[in-house]
């Protein structure tokens, strides 16, 4: 099981040493973002083979969605304790990805199991 945390002020460091030199533009990835609108889309991080994963809630908690794992090499080992993730959360076999470049989209895509 993973284990989400909710975004803390004191968590910034730890979250940054990933989103900062990822590349990745994507404003969702912003610390300041993260922690704002956790209230509203209940969004939580942890760390998992060496990326970062953050959730959140979409549709008022109807559906889960996660963000690109951001971190160094390969993510479709991750992809499967996602969905899972998923699965205990919302009881159900559909999971999200919000990706800002198309890029990571395909990439994602290739990776699903």
């Given at each position: 099981m993973i284990e989400f945390k909710p975004v803390r002020l004191e968590d910034?460091?730890?979250?940054?040493?990933?989103?900062?030199?990822?590349?990745?533009c994507n404003c969702d990835l912003a610390f300041a973002n993260?922690?704002?609108?956790?209230?509203?889309?209940?969004?939580?991080?942890?760390?998992i083979g060496g990326f970062l994963v953050i959730r959140f809630q979409?549709?008022?908690?109807?559906?889960?969605?996660?963000?690109?794992?951001?971190?160094?090499?390969?993510?479709?080992?991750?992809?499967?304790?996602l969905r899972e993730d998923a699965w205990r959360v919302i009881r159900c076999n559909r999971y999200g990805?919000?990706?800002?470049?198309?890029?990571?989209?395909?990439s994602i895509e290739e990776r699903k199991p």
């Open positions: 910034r460091a730890v979250i940054e040493r990933y989103t900062m030199p990822s590349g990745i993260m922690y704002c609108w956790q209230a509203v889309f209940h969004s939580a991080w942890a760390e979409i549709d008022g908690g109807e559906r889960i969605g996660y963000m690109q794992p951001v971190g160094e090499g390969d993510f479709g080992p991750i992809l499967p304790l990805y919000i990706a800002e470049i198309e890029r990571a989209r395909y």
